[in-house]
């Protein structure tokens, strides 16, 4: 599973809280579905207000480092590990799915 989050700043929107209510809605549907793998994209790194939102998510979710990518889709960039990450994650996975080059 990968949670994708947009980081960016836009008034009204924390996404922290973002995570959190995917978290919950995930537990509410099936508490099982959260004891799968998984990774956090961090989105759009590249607008203003980013920064600031992104250091507040790494220092909440600390423990979870090694889960969390940082990505620029319309810079194309920080997309080398995380294909690493999801390669792996697949690979590790009890589900056969054919990866593509």
Same mark, same amino acid.
């Given at each position: 599973?990968?949670?994708?989050?947009?980081? /960016?700043? @836009? #008034?009204?929107?924390?996404? %922290? #809280?973002?995570?959190?209510?995917? @978290?919950?809605?995930?537990?509410?549907?099936?508490? +099982?579905?959260?004891?799968?793998? !998984?990774?956090?994209?961090?989105? *759009?790194?590249?607008?203003?207000? +980013?920064? #600031?939102?992104?250091?507040? !998510?790494?220092?909440?979710?600390?423990?979870? *480092?090694? &889960?969390?990518?940082?990505?620029?889709? %319309?810079? *194309?960039?920080?997309? +080398?590990?995380?294909?690493? /990450?999801? *390669?792996?994650?697949? @690979?590790? +996975? &009890?589900?056969?799915?054919?990866?593509?080059?």
């Amino acid at each position: 599973m990968i949670f994708v989050i947009d980081i /960016s700043y @836009q #008034e009204g929107r924390d996404p %922290i #809280e973002e995570f959190e209510i995917l @978290q919950n809605e995930l537990e509410t549907y099936s508490s +099982s579905i959260l004891e799968k793998p !998984f990774l956090i994209v961090l989105n *759009k790194i590249d607008l203003e207000g +980013s920064e #600031e939102n992104k250091e507040l !998510f790494l220092e909440k979710y600390s423990h979870l *480092k090694d &889960k969390i990518f940082e990505i620029s889709a %319309i810079n *194309k960039e920080g997309f +080398s590990g995380l294909i690493s /990450s999801i *390669k792996e994650l697949v @690979q590790n +996975s &009890k589900i056969q799915v054919p990866i593509l080059a």
